[in-house]
């Protein structure tokens, strides 16, 4: 996404205890912690254990306002605690920063008990003037805001009247009040910086912060290193390391796998997964996925003081011309050729697996694959083709169109191929770009087409809100949380009413018609839903956690439990000090559920991470 900085993919205990809070009156939700584990309390006694992930994407930055991408995110899930997180099972709302929250009668003040076992690694207390100065920064900075700014766009006013209590006062109802997905910094170290449109917060290690891991030592497009966090409430993580290791090809990065250099590789090819199913000591996670796969087509890049700027293509401004494209992509042979099987045909914005939020088109609104119809909507728009079987544009040039791809993921190059078979037929051009990075001319506005992706959250807020008018960037010179500068008023005021309301019928099905509305207007054509195919090495990593527990994915949770949990192949075989009180383990096995003891969750809407575009 050039997510703001596009890459794309991605992928993200049980026992619930005796009490469901609110209900329509959102009274107050006294939830008690999840228990930490006993034996990850205690020091490590794995010896030098490494858990190693391979990634393919670049971090866009270690500043939890800056960063947007799947990677960086997903980093800053280990490194800070939010105020709240998602079970693992069923990504319900459960405790993190904060142990309880309730609500005024009028939904606009919000009350959050913030925990006294937390501690920032550094040893300084962690307190609600913590919280509030994160709120409180992106409130009143636009550049501390660049990443989760639509979270507090909202806030009238945030105070912190004791080290216990955070107080939230909203303009107007805001439905992700249980899912604020920021995460809260220290203020003792932050308070220090200056320009945060600059600052990336990687030349000062180990970084402090109160999650699960504390980010040691970081070398761009090399690695970036955690260890665990002794101080973390939950308990400390079984593994001594953990470390992302960045592979720019994907054939490389599962070699390193089948060595045992590497302990994890997400994002595997169909051919890729099949190859390591059948080698020893390696297991393959084949689940549904969080994540859509599409085309993004640039609506003419602009600024929200009206300039425009970038170089997209003048024709795909005629939804004409986007309904052509969108007749000319045949889903099913993608799903069969490209993914083999391991992919749901896309159509609507959120994944199947968001039942309540998910949508698809109905009838006559449906585009199918249809070339004859493409190629009547470009004849009936004036778009003839020339003696070479050309289609000619309004300046009587041929349509010839560009297209992002990232050079590290197969499957946009695979699709790229399909896409000028089918659209040379109708007799359009269509040169296929790939870069290992799409982020500079994203966001420049230098491109016509891209593919696209996005990690959808149990609460869809964040994804909807990258294609409203309020995340174009303020200026041209300026960069925006916008995904490809969607801006389209009858979407935006959709938006508007599903984030205020808290009926949850009633929001469900306000996200579905905006996404009908971005299925219309032809400018996002959602082409698959990818599955998470993953794999790691079972003679490293003994158990750890999928989410949901059900067919769930490691790489790119809600959440830190995957890497938190995972436990040492050496010291599963020991005295049991790596077992874990949590969740659902993928092991050398069937999967085991282990008793989490008592929960009391709060179920209502999750916003989407910005997790950002893969």
Known sequence: MVTKVPSR????RPRRAARLLLAAGLASASLAALPATTAAAEDDKSGGTTLTVAVSQSIDSLSPFLAQKLTSTSIHRLAYEYLTNYDPKDARTVPAFATEWSASADKLTWTYRIREDSTWSDGKPATAEDAAWT??????DPNAATANGSFTANFAEVTAPDPRTLVIRLKKPQATMTALDVPIVPKHV??????????????QF??????PFVITDFKVDQYIKLKPNKKFWRGAPKFDELVFKYYKDGDAAVAALQKGEVSFVP?????QAAALKTQKDIKVNDAPGRRFYALATNPGARAQDGKTFGNGHPALLDPAVRKA???SVDRATLVDKVFQGHAVEGEGYIPPRFGSYFWKPEGA??????PAAAAKALDDAGYRKNGEGKRLGKDGRPLNFRILCHATDPNDK?????????WGALGIGLTVECLDSVSDPWVKGDYDLAFDGWSVNPDPDYVLSIHTCGTLPATPKDTGATDNFICDKEFDELYAQQAVEYDTAKRADLVKRMQSRLYDTGYMNVMAYPNALEAYRTDQIASITTMPEAAGNLWGQDGYWSWWSAVPAASASGDGSGSSSTGVWIGVGAAVVVAAGGLLLLRTRRRATADDRE
């Open 9 to 12: 993919p991605l992928p993200r």
């Open 135 to 140: 709120f409180n920064k992106m409130m009143t």
């Open 190 to 203: 932050w308070e220090k910086v200056g320009d945060f449109s600059k600052f990336n917060n990687d030349r």
């Open 206 to 211: 180990p970084i402090v912060g109160n999650g």
């Open 267 to 271: 994002n595997l090819t169909p051919a």
């Open 325 to 327: 494209l969108f007749l």
């Open 365 to 370: 609104q449906r585009r199918g694959y249809d």
């Open 414 to 422: 695979a699709v790229g191929k399909y896409l000028q078979e089918w």
